[in-house]
């Protein structure tokens, strides 16, 4: 079993190294669980109250905007009970999480230097450029204001 599990974290961090997030801070253990992803739009429910903006909704924004974010994958199950959030969707471009409150967007994505806005975090491949950056955070602060 141990090594269906170590196979399978592989797999998981091979997967998702185009959009790798930096450790979390000293003190936070990793999740355990090697849960698998669910497609965009797959039930997410976690219990709490809805965010008024989830992360499915920056993506599909981004993308009736023209702006790409290729492969969306919900990776709620796997990053949310650690990072507190509602839904987490990576894609070939960008991270988004959804939280429950703005207070908690942003007490995730500033000790990590992530952009949040409303209640929402996201974090950029280090290697897209700071113009195609700021096109698709334009988009995401959009949805707030």
């Known amino acids: 079993m141990s090594g269906k599990i170590t196979a399978a974290a592989a797999v998981l961090v091979l997967a998702l190294g ?5 450790a979390p801070p000293t003190g936070v253990a990793p999740p355990s669980s090697s849960a ?3 497609p965009l739009g797959a039930s997410t429910e976690r219990g709490g109250a809805a965010p008024e903006l989830t992360a499915d909704d920056v993506i599909r924004a ?3 905007a023209g702006l790409t974010a290729p492969h969306p994958l919900d990776t709620t199950a796997q990053e949310c009970g650690l990072a507190q959030c509602e839904q987490s969707v ?3 471009t960008l991270r988004v999480k959804s939280f429950a409150t703005p207070a908690q967007a942003m007490r995730y994505a500033v000790p990590r230097g ?3 806005v409303g209640p929402v975090s996201v974090s950029f491949p280090p290697h ?3 113009a195609e ?3 698709y955070w334009s988009v995401i602060t959009a949805l707030v204001r």
């Open 36 to 38: 698998h992803s669910q």
């Open 18 to 22: 185009a959009c790798a997030e930096p």
């Open 62 to 64: 981004l993308t009736r």
């Open 128 to 130: 897209m450029p700071q």
């Open 133 to 135: 950056r700021q096109r």
């Open 90 to 92: 990576v894609t070939d």
């Open 114 to 116: 992530f952009k949040h």
